[in-house]
């Protein structure tokens, strides 16, 4: 047995969960789909008292309409359900072709958007989709729910501003206009591994005139991030001004997987890409 | 020592109750416990996709998921497509077309086809080659396996 020993509740309601997790001062954790937490427990990189599994509670998963046009996604949504999900397809098809690099299938059958979200690896590509379209994460402590913009989620590498206590229970995304265009794009070494570096956009026009541009970078900086100064580049002086706005407005760290330069001018390229893409997709 | 759980797990359509630690990871449980050692175990966090097996028939990677997890589910190993005297036809496939050599990456590899054969069209050697892309092989090149999980599309494709 790789894991150091722990105590196991397995949750029936949302309470329950909540209550286990304050009654443990925070030290307690909550295992989902368990496909990032399981690792680190095999290699005894994290440790707690008490692991709270979730898995069981009713009604946190699946994905429905929302009145403002959007969706709502349960956090305990298997990523094979976003894959393959007909509502995801129509309504952001960004998400669906963001779907085709998360890990492999059978990472994809196990985890959760919400394990996802909460793990906030900034190479992931769910946590730049939710930057990129504006999400809100829903999340559920001792005090009752709490609404928290995607962009003010993601803190620090595997950091967020989720409370030690508090459980994601859902991600809300506002509508797209119609017509918006889309671009994905990301580069790793093997198809399902973490990206070396990605670029996500989205595009609206009126007439011909570009009237919304959003850009969501991941794998090239501490987070996922939105980047506002690229968008503003992209409006202002066209996709190339956007690529090298990009490239500045990032801080990408050296790894195995690519250094930090090559990583700045990767980005650039992948920005390039995207914007190119959802400039061709947008009506 | 911490608390032991109780689980009810059926295995390849034999169900176990028994009382397992937490800690305790589904793929050490299906060797160590019962004695199914064709789920093989390389990297152990989830890289090399060798432990994968069937909850509820769809592939999970056993070494990135408790045992107590599993309560209740379905599980299939790669000992329930068949045996020496009997191969399944993917088995059978991937015998006719040389997909194997050491064998280590094997199971995981027959069960993830399995669940990709279910799953996905698999039009193109692209696609095959992408849902092949969790479980590593350090022998054969992948060519052979490919060809191997084409032909089992193909039969799936005849019906």
């Known amino acids: 047995m790789k894991p150091a020993p722990f105590e196991y509740l397995r949750a029936a309601t949302l309470e329950e969960a909540v209550a286990a997790l304050s009654a443990s001062d925070g030290a307690a954790k909550l295992v989902a789909g368990g496909q990032s937490l399981i690792p680190m427990l095999n290699f005894r990189l994290v440790d707690a008292p008490l692991f709270v599994d979730i898995n069981g509670i009713q009604g946190l998963s699946g994905i429905t309409e929302n009145e403002n046009g959007g969706l709502r996604i349960g956090a305990l949504t298997r990523h094979f359900e976003l894959e393959t999900s007909h509502l995801v397809r129509d309504h952001y098809p960004v998400i669906n072709e963001a779907m085709k690099y998360v890990a492999h299938l059978a990472i994809r059958n196990r985890g959760t958007i919400g394990g996802s979200l909460s793990h906030a690896d900034p190479a992931a590509e769910l946590p730049a989709i939710s930057v990129l379209l504006d999400a809100e994460i829903i999340a559920i402590g001792q005090e009752g729910e709490r609404r928290i913009a995607a962009g003010d989620f993601f803190e620090a590498p595997l950091t967020t501003s989720l409370r030690a206590t508090e459980i994601v229970t859902a991600v809300e995304l506002p509508g797209l206009p119609i017509g918006t265009g889309w671009g994905f794009e990301e580069f790793s070494q093997r198809r399902g591994d973490y990206a070396v570096a990605g670029v996500a956009a989205t595009m609206t026009k009126d007439d011909g005139d570009l009237t919304d541009v959003r850009i969501a970078v991941f794998g090239a900086h501490g987070t996922p991030l939105r980047a506002h100064r690229a968008e503003q580049a992209m409006r202002e002086r066209g996709i190339t001004a956007a690529a090298e706005a990009l490239r500045l407005e990032i801080d990408p760290s050296d790894d195995l997987r690519g250094s930090a330069d090559y990583r700045r001018h990767l980005a650039g390229v992948l920005c390039k890409r995207a914007l190119d893409a959802a400039t061709e997709r947008a009506a | ?159």
């Open chain 2, 1 to 159: 020592m911490t608390e032991k759980v109780s689980i009810s797990i059926t295995v390849n359509g034999t169900q176990h109750c028994v009382e397992v630690e937490p800690r305790l990871l589904l793929a050490d449980f299906i060797r160590e416990n019962l004695d199914l050692t064709g789920t093989h175990v390389g990297c152990e966090h989830g890289i090399c996709g060798a432990c994968t097996i069937l909850i509820n028939g769809d592939s999970v990677r056993s070494c990135l998921t408790l045992a107590v997890q599993a309560d209740g589910a379905e599980i299939e190993t790669v000992e329930s497509l068949g045996d020496a005297e009997e191969l399944g036809p993917l088995q059978q496939a991937f015998r006719d077309h040389h997909a194997l050599q050491c064998g280590f990456c094997t199971p995981g590899m027959l069960m993830t086809a399995t669940d990709m054969l279910r799953k996905y069209p698999l039009e193109s050697d692209d696609d095959i080659r992408d849902g092949l892309s969790g479980n590593i092989c350090r022998c054969t090149g992948y060519q052979h396996i490919v060809a191997a999980v084409r032909a089992a599309r193909d039969e799936r494709d005849r019906g």
